[in-house]
């Protein structure tokens, strides 16, 4: 193994930003820097995806929803994106009985969420780099170290094991949950990183389309089986089949670890989803064959060395996905900092870009977490499903006062999520006191909502 002074994925014309992982968030902001004509370096340790469909990550769906639409069509994209797109504007509750309802996101379909294949969505996007003059892609590219003493990124090319240097200037670290990068800087600066895993993990499993190719449950839906401490979820693909997520403790009575043989696996998914196992011939195997993945929160407290290297996404404030936010949070990431780095020098942008998310990704990591117990327990509670619809009235009565807490996250970009959690806090307290001896919407006292509302609630400008 040799290291050398250049990247063999270098050109003639010296990139000005260097990005390190080419998933979604790293993709899209090499679209957007690019297409201000920064010439850009992107290097991703596994082979192309879009060659190698195997190398292409995790294959779990993902909710694409307004914060995430918004940095799309800001990097001229959405079009091409809009076709992988079924639109989801409700839940579907399956009980243990096999009967389902239908509860609603928002006011009307314009409110949806849309789900959308992790690696269609990221070919897409390399698709769409890959035709900006300005733009190089180094697959088999991986980062082996960051030495912040001498500026320089160390890089191993997968296909000759040689190892080269890249200057430590202006280099994006967009390299997920477990970034060498954020461990880099960590050692290097004492930064304080905090990992926070969940006792709970997920199996990713398949519920196949039926004989002509269509969907066997309604497709423009989020189907969920609250079932307390563990939930079943599916969301649609485009060719009929349904990606099948189950979350469920590591260990435990009911747990990961007590689920390893087909019998009990069998057993388990007659007492609780049986409605889903008639429709899941293959579940022993691919329950069998598919990894436990883990989940966790990232808090770090520093995003940026210097102004030379500047943490992106999952690789500064990865969280877990039980409110769909991940990917839209990441992809709002990429849009604040291109538009700071556009008007800013870029030690300052970084810093500008790091004061201005923190706030906003702490509330999404802990409304994360509370959409998680939401999802698969609080949502079958009759209180909780008459506050969802009072929201929704309280909504078109009094707008711009009240917007439920989930539609300022998912459909209010405009609205920073630290905003909407502080806002969600009153508006819970509210709807709490509406509610107190409530049995129906008829039952609510209206009068005493707006002065509720007028009293706590600013409008929002």
């Known amino acids: 193994m040799t290291e050398a002074q ?42 192309d995806p879009r060659i190698d469909a195997t190398t292409a990550g995790r294959s779990i769906n993902l909710a694409l929803a307004d914060r995430g639409i918004a940095a799309l069509k800001a990097a001229g994209v959405f079009a091409a994106i809009e076709p992988l797109l079924i639109a989801m504007p ?6 243990a009985a096999g009967a389902t309802q239908f509860l609603a996101y928002g006011q009307d379909e314009r409110e949806s969420i849309y789900s959308v294949s992790r690696s269609a969505l990221n070919c897409t996007l390399l698709d769409e780099l890959s035709r900006l003059p300005n733009a190089v892609l180094g697959f088999g590219q991986e980062c082996v170290g960051v030495d912040f003493g001498h500026r320089l ?35 290097a600066y004492a930064i304080d990183v905090k990992e926070d895993l969940l006792a709970h993990g997920y199996k990713e499993l398949t519920l196949p389309a039926d004989a002509s190719g269509n969907h066997q449950f309604d497709p423009h839906a989020l189907h969920i ?3 307390g401490n563990f939930m079943l979820i599916a969301l649609p693909n485009t060719d009929g089949t349904f990606t099948v997520t189950l979350f469920l403790p590591h260990e435990g009575p009911v747990s990961f670890a007590n689920l390893g043989e087909e019998r009990p696996l069998i057993a388990f998914f007659e007492e609780h989803f049986a409605d889903a196992l008639e429709l899941m011939p293959d579940l022993a195997e691919e329950f069998a064959a598919h990894p436990t993945g883990r989940m966790g929160t990232v808090y770090c407290s520093q995003w940026s060395a210097d102004g030379r290297l ?50 906003d990704t702490d509330a999404i990591a802990k409304m ?48 920073p999520y630290s905003v909407a959690l502080e806002r969600g806090s009153t508006q819970g307290a509210i709807l709490d006191e509406l509610t107190r001896g409530a049995t129906d919407l008829s039952t609510i006292d209206y009068t005493r909502a707006r002065a509720l509302i007028e009293a706590r609630l600013p409008l929002i400008a």
Request: charged letters at 25%; aromatic letters at 6%.
């Open 90 to 95: 409700g839940r579907m509750l399956h009980d």
């Open 6 to 47: 250049t990247s063999p994925a270098s050109t003639a014309r010296p990139p000005v930003v260097t990005i390190v992982g080419a998933g979604l968030a790293g993709t899209l902001m090499a679209i957007l820097l690019a297409r201000r004509d920064v010439p850009v370096l992107l290097l991703e340790r596994r082979p």
């Open 310 to 359: 500047v943490l992106l996404g999952d690789a500064a404030h990865a969280i877990v996905p039980f409110h769909g936010q991940g990917m839209n949070c990441a992809f709002e990431d990429c849009a604040i900092l291109d538009e700071l780095l556009a008007v800013l020098p870029w030690p300052e942008a970084c810093d500008a870009y790091a004061s201005r998310r923190r706030p």
């Open 225 to 227: 089986w609250p079932r």
């Open 153 to 187: 990124v160390r890089m191993r090319d997968a296909a000759s094991g040689n190892v080269y240097r890249l200057p430590l200037e202006r280099v994006i670290a967009a390299d997920g949950a477990g970034s060498p990068c954020r461990h880099a800087m960590a050692a």
């Open 368 to 415: 994360a977490l509370e959409n998680y117990r939401e999802m698969r327990d609080t949502v079958r509670d009759p209180k909780f499903q008459l506050q969802k619809a009072l929201s929704l009235e309280l909504e078109r009565r009094f707008p711009g006062r009240f917007i439920p807490r989930y539609s300022m996250v998912m459909f209010h970009h405009e609205i």
